[in-house]
């Protein structure tokens, strides 16, 4: 084979990396460097660390629907809106009621029908035109309180390319436009506040980014009492995290009146850092955070603030939303928006706390055995303790999952994960040698099937592989007899087969097994070790029903009985 030519110069790429050039056309895309600010300094917001939830807006029933590819109706939103509610969120954007009928109906079905409770404020949204500001505030005619958000894009390639308009033409657009909504605020009944969102910010000059917004604060007349939210989007996400957190930091430290705005982010995920960015974001400054939950929204979506609250959560800081039952979260914004939401997405999708890998399942099982013993040592409920599991960052009950789902076995599973189903569902605790053996068991039917093992498969053959005393075999100890053991290796010897206890295990057994007592018994049979398994009502029934399924699995057996086939052999490499 011909080999290939040095792919870089090697000041570039090191001796070690082979790779080559992909021939994509990378050449579209030399750009130049971020519009950063001036930065002064180093980046003190990298010390600043998150220790307070920020004020969360759920953008699901504007942003978020206006990315569906079939709209949410009134039954899905309110249901939506219901949901928000429920979880805790005081800050919430209903709608874009200038866009249809369906949308400004929305808005009036729950101003008009008293919905919105009295510690929410709901948000609508609309462009920079004077007869589309106007429908807005007819949409919330009637409201106790309701910001009004004002959004038009403000960058070069907009400016130059969608609306053909200088600077200066575009400053004006957000003066006439602020103006236009104070005065209809002047005439409203309820209390009106103001958002401003300059569209396209991340890559909007930063001195002209802050020109108009505190042009927009100034028109207001944004004070403590009466906030401006000034909301800096990443509307499409161009840059490292670090980047967006520049920007915020340099407004945050350059507005003329920063105590009397709100200041918010809009982080969307074109680059898969979306959360990144509104983490580092809040370091950098920021006060608050629009988002929608699992992240739907245009293209690659919104920065998700189930995400971001639960990472909160993760470092013991209360998110400020209740997010307990997230498998019902997740339903119901499944069925509003249309979609599912991806197996592995953060916290909330079906796998993110399922372990195939046999190492990984082994750490976890241990994990959760040694919380076990932690929670009786201290005599406290497990959940009561500090959470330290390896590869599962939170207790899976607290945000409604079940354990059940944390392991699950397929061919790549070992002998921690299966005596973790066992232990879990069953409450039998194989002893290490038996594990092993029994992995082996599952191994071979995973490697003929190719496909994930269930949880009462592992059972079944579990029962039918070792549990096989009470089958035709050996006779039954006699009723009261001194030493059932020794009469049943008494009957074997009969039968000219040599077998000797090499070691028992008693044991517990769970309510699902139909017993209250498991014991695990390992003979010598013709030197050949040998497992079985007993479970009954009494101990000694369980030693009894041990040792003679241990005897039957080795062969022996009455004239005319044939030992139980068994897949088991009579030792199995560990995994």
Not at 98 to 126: M, Q, W, Y
Not at 564 to 575: D, I, T, V, W
Request: aromatic share 6%; proline share 9%.
């Amino acid at each position: 084979m011909k080999s290939p030519s040095p792919a870089l110069s090697s000041t570039l790429q090191a001796w070690w990396n082979p790779q080559q050039p992909s021939g994509m056309p990378i050449h579209r895309y030399h750009r130049p460097g971020p519009l950063e600010p001036h930065r002064p300094g180093p980046r003190t917001w990298l010390d600043r660390p998150l220790d307070h939830a920020p004020l969360w807006s759920s953008v699901d029933l504007r942003d978020g629907n206006q990315a569906l590819a079939n709209p949410m109706d009134q039954r899905r939103k309110r249901k939506l809106f219901d949901l928000l509610l429920r979880l805790g969120f005081k800050d919430i954007e209903v709608g874009y009621p200038s866009a249809s009928e369906a949308e400004f109906d929305f808005v009036r079905h729950l101003v008009t029908g008293d919905r919105i409770p009295d510690d929410v404020t709901v948000t609508v949204f609309t462009p920079a035109r004077p007869e589309l500001i106007d429908r807005s505030f007819e949409a919330v005619r009637g409201a106790d309180r309701a910001v009004v958000h004002l959004c038009h894009a403000t960058s070069c390639l907009w400016r130059e390319v969608v609306f053909r308009m200088t600077p200066s033409e575009v400053l004006a657009l957000a003066r006439q436009s602020a103006e236009h909504m104070v005065r209809l605020a002047e005439r409203a009944d309820g209390e009106i506040r103001f958002e401003y969102s300059p569209e396209t910010f991340n890559v909007t000059e930063p001195d002209f980014a802050l020109e108009i917004a505190d042009t927009v604060a100034e028109i207001v007349d944004a004070t403590p009492e009466r906030p401006l939210t000034l909301n800096l989007p990443s509307t499409v996400e161009m840059h490292a995290p670090d980047v967006f957190a520049d920007q915020i930091a340099w407004m945050h430290q350059h507005l003329d009146r920063r105590d009397s705005i709100i200041l918010s982010v809009h982080p969307h995920n074109d680059r898969g850092t979306a959360v990144a960015a509104a983490e580092y974001a809040l370091a950098a400054g920021a006060d608050r955070v629009e988002g929608t939950l699992f992240g739907n929204g245009e293209r690659t979506g919104n920065v998700c603030l189930v995400t971001l609250a639960l990472n909160l959560f993760s470092r013991g800081i209360d998110p400020q939303l209740d997010l307990s039952d997230l498998p019902e979260i997740r339903r119901v914004v499944e069925e509003c928006n249309q979609m599912p939401v991806p197996p592995r997405h953060p916290y909330a999708g079906e796998l993110v706390f399922t372990a195939f890998s046999g190492t990984h399942q082994d750490a976890i099982a241990k994990g959760l055995t040694d919380l076990d013993r932690q929670a009786a040592e201290a005599q406290l409920p497990a959940r009561e303790l500090p959470w330290d599991v390896p590869y599962l960052p939170i207790d899976p009950k607290d945000v409604g999952r079940s354990y059940e789902a944390v392991i699950r076995v397929n061919s790549q599973s070992g002998k921690g994960g299966i005596a973790h189903v066992l232990r879990s569902r069953w409450g039998l605790d194989l002893p290490v040698e038996l594990r092993v053996e029994f992995a082996g068991v599952i191994q071979r039917i995973t490697d003929v099937t190719g496909v994930e093992v269930q949880p009462d498969r592992i059972w079944d053959t579990f029962r039918t592989e070792y549990c096989t005393g009470g089958r035709p075999g050996l006779p039954a100890p006699a009723e009261g007899a001194d030493d059932p053991v020794e009469q049943l290796l008494a009957a074997a010897r009969a039968r000219g087969v040599r077998a000797e206890v090499d070691q028992l295990t008693p044991g517990e057994a769970g309510p699902p097994t139909g017993a209250a007592h498991a014991c695990y018994a390992r003979l010598l049979v013709e030197d050949r070790p040998v497992w079985g398994v007993g479970l009954a009502d009494t101990h000694r029934g369980a030693v009894a029903l041990a040792v003679r399924a241990a005897l039957h699995r080795g062969g022996v057996r009455t004239h005319g009985s044939d030992p139980l086939p068994h897949l088991a052999g009579p030792r199995e490499a560990a995994r």
